[in-house]
């Protein structure tokens, strides 16, 4: 932070963020229906402004039956790196503790 923003130096930090990011394994987003239900995820890091647009045209593609029509339902899902994801996150406690390291080294 202090490296883009230098006068902030002396500013106290009272909160931060620590959720969770709707990354997808292809970094993309991706909407459509699977099995009845209707998705729209992967948001890559732009999820106040892409979670609004996807919500308001899934939505309006749900209504209208048009949802395999949507722009995004055409990017297809891929598989993890090495087929290393089974759907159990176990890396994520290890990229967590990686990125606090780097924080405090900073």
């Known amino acids: 932070m202090t490296a883009v923003y230098p006068q902030l130096?002396?500013?106290e930090v009272?909160?931060?963020w620590g959720g969770t990011l709707g990354f997808a394994f292809d970094l993309m987003t991706h909407a459509g229906e699977m099995d009845g239900m209707y998705y729209a995820l992967g948001y890559a890091g732009h999820g106040v402004a892409m979670g609004t647009y996807l919500g308001k045209t899934v939505a309006e593609a749900m209504l209208a039956?048009?949802?395999?029509e949507h722009p995004f339902a055409a990017v297809p899902f891929p598989g993890a790196p090495l087929g290393l994801y089974?759907?159990?996150?176990?890396f994520l406690?290890?990229?967590?503790?990686?990125h606090r390291f780097l924080d405090l080294t900073e």
Not at 93 to 98: D, I, K, R, T
């Open 93 to 98: 406690p290890l990229v967590g503790a990686w």
């Open 86 to 90: 089974n759907g159990n996150p176990w």
């Open 9 to 11: 130096r002396d500013v």
């Open 14 to 16: 009272e909160y931060a």
């Open 65 to 68: 039956g048009t949802i395999k």
